[in-house]
């Protein structure tokens, strides 16, 4: 059974048309990635899914039947503004969100205590949320998100604020709560972390679809004769050889697209008759970051 289907929906704010017919679904055990860039219509589509606003056209089902205010029990939803009550106690706070979510007190206080302990955050368990680091009030939204074991999931731009450690622990909890059978619809700007993740893709443009499917597929279909290459010193010539048709240079990295494949060997004779400190040539597979800039950079 699909977990989430969205047909055609849109919605408008006067003359502004915020989200234009978007459509896709999510299967049970499929993590999706809702990709654009800022003022896509992300966050308004998450909104419509959750019923907090309602489409002015199409229709949205979850679990299999329109939305219900006894469905919000299977869901998690971590919105992008986050909402916390600064003045409860911590164990108290997450206890709070799982009664809300049809949890009895036992339970919820029984699975808050667990998740605390998990996240390393049990020795706070009687501070007051004010009291926490930001990146800790990030993570205590997130444990409320999943507190209740929900069977679709809802995360918007989960790893915002997050240091590199935190946004691999929650990506590694994101991929268990998958392998448990989970749907994940994951609303993200950031393609590395996408492309780490996702199943399937729907990436939207000004609130309208630009491409989606398997990641895999899309990959192949927007694939590039790519190169990747990490180096020091003066690159600047690399663009201007009659075999490269883009470089994307970060100073020390770059990303390289070539006329065409076979001249991968080419170009190294190249750079190896420079004086380039070469630390890594590879052909690589085109990244969902240089589909993106490709597909939405005019």
């Known amino acids: 059974m699909d977990s989430l289907t969205v047909e055609n929906i849109s919605k408008s704010y006067n003359s502004h048309r915020a989200v234009d017919g978007i459509s896709f679904t999510i299967p049970d055990n499929d993590l999706f990635g809702l990709l654009g860039p800022n003022g896509a219509g992300k966050t308004t589509t ?6 907090i606003i309602v489409p002015d056209s199409g229709h949205i089902k979850i679990l299999g039947n329109p939305f219900q205010e006894e469905i919000k029990n299977r869901i998690g939803y971590l919105p992008e503004e986050r909402g916390l009550y600064p003045k409860m106690k911590l164990w108290s706070h997450l206890q709070f969100l799982g009664e809300m979510k049809g949890m009895n007190s036992a339970a919820a206080r029984k699975s808050a205590l667990e998740w605390l302990e998990r996240f390393d955050l049990i020795s706070w ?6 009291e926490l680091s930001k990146g800790m009030q990030q993570k205590v939204q997130f ?3 999943i ?3 929900p069977d679709l999931i809802i995360v918007d731009e989960p790893f915002s604020g997050l240091d590199p450690i935190n946004t691999k622990f929650l990506k590694d909890i994101l991929l268990e709560m998958k392998k448990q059978g989970k749907a994940i619809l994951l609303s993200t700007h950031l393609m590395d972390q996408a492309e780490k993740l996702c199943d399937s893709i729907c990436l939207i443009n000004k609130g309208q679809v630009v491409v989606q499917g398997k990641l895999p597929d899309i990959k192949k279909k927007y694939r590039h004769n790519s190169v990747i290459l990490e180096y020091s010193g003066k690159a600047d010539f690399i663009e201007t050889l009659p075999m490269v048709q883009k470089v994307n240079d970060y100073g020390n990295y770059m990303e390289i697209i070539l006329q065409q494949e076979s001249q991968a060997d080419l170009l190294l004779k190249h750079i190896a008759s420079s004086d380039l400190l070469v630390k890594r040539f590879e052909i ?3 990244s969902l970051n240089e589909i993106f800039i490709d597909l939405l950079g005019a």
Do not use: E, V
């Open 147 to 149: 507190l209740h074991s």
């Open 143 to 145: 444990i409320g998100t």
């Open 284 to 286: 690589a597979d085109t």
């Open 125 to 130: 368990a009687n501070n007051r949320i004010q």
């Open 46 to 51: 998450m909104r419509m899914i959750m019923n």
